[in-house]
């Protein structure tokens, strides 16, 4: 791995130690779980709770997604 790299994955290591990271994860969570689907009126609306949802679940699982490149690019299979 070049020096780049390991400066690039050792600054999101860094950043998902954060108490701020953990906090903006559980916001995000919280909302994602805040939406009900009985509420919702009408299909623009369904269509932008559908894209909230899909945002908020992008940033929930990107800590997850860096780390598993990070593992494969250090030669880590991360499905074992």
């Known amino acids: 791995m070049s020096p780049e790299d390991e400066k690039y994955y050792e600054n999101y290591m860094d950043l998902f130690l954060a108490e701020g990271w ?18 919702i009126k009408n299909e623009q609306e369904l269509f932008f709770v559908k894209g909230q949802i899909n945002t908020l679940m992008n940033v929930i699982n990107f800590e997850t997604g860096i780390r598993n490149a990070l593992d494969m690019e250090a030669g880590n299979d991360p499905s074992i």
């Open 22 to 39: 953990k906090q903006f994860i559980q916001e995000a969570k919280e909302l994602v779980d805040s939406y009900k689907i009985e509420e």
